[in-house]
């Protein structure tokens, strides 16, 4: 919003400040860390192109309207829409409160009201109860689900074939690179040398939803 882009700016007069997970582009940040969420908007968007079991309605997920990664999710799936090779169309965003609970409440009524849902995308929080909905409606085997995070109940859901995919995005490297960064700017007084620190857009599938990788950064295993 204006009032925390406005308020980071007010803090970065005096103090350096980084975004993390999601950003605040307007801003006088230091830099951001997270995900390029136009690219894993994207990758999903092309997953689903790949996968999809019949033509109908996307339905993406997000918290709220006002954060910039889960809109920027949307907005990279929208842009590979059209060259699925089955016919979709993607509804508008339906809101979560980034609560499990809304989610499935949001998820069920869907189900009940609309039997065209070819699929349906957890940009934002709220993809467990999105996909214990989906799982109690019987429906898994007929509408994809794709959301983000690997969440030991989402890992449950993948494996059980509720969840066609879900995205990591090393939450673990999110944590530990704006402190490193701040570090060095403020001990060693190196300036970050990028704007933007992308982590990894890591697809899992059922195949490989106990994948462990090491940080190349870190060392740390996500």
Known sequence: TPEGIEYINRLAAQIPVITYNTDFT????????????????????????????????????????NILAH???VDGLR??????????????PLETAESDRQAYHVVSRLLESQRDVACIYVAGGGQVGAADALADSGRA?????????????????????VVDYTIGQQPFLQGYLPVSILYEYLVLGR??????????I???????????????VTGAVF
Request: hydrophobic share 35%; proline share 6%; with cysteine.
């Open 79 to 92: 842009s590979v829409l059209g060259g699925c090779p089955i016919e979709v169309r993607l509804s508008p």
């Open 71 to 73: 809109t920027q999710r």
């Open 141 to 161: 085997s007929q509408v994809m689900m794709l959301c983000y995070d690997l969440l030991p109940k989402t890992i449950q859901h993948l494996k059980a074939g």
């Open 191 to 200: 300036k970050p040398q990028k704007e933007s620190y992308y982590t990894s």
């Open 26 to 65: 307007a801003s006088k940040r230091l830099c951001f860390v997270g995900q390029d969420h136009i690219s894993a908007g994207r990758t999903a968007g092309n997953l689903l192109c790949n996968s999809l079991r019949r033509p109908g309605w996307i339905v993406p997920l997000i918290s709220y309207t």
């Open 202 to 216: 890591d697809i899992r599938l059922r195949e490989n939803a106990d994948f462990n990788g090491i940080s190349a």
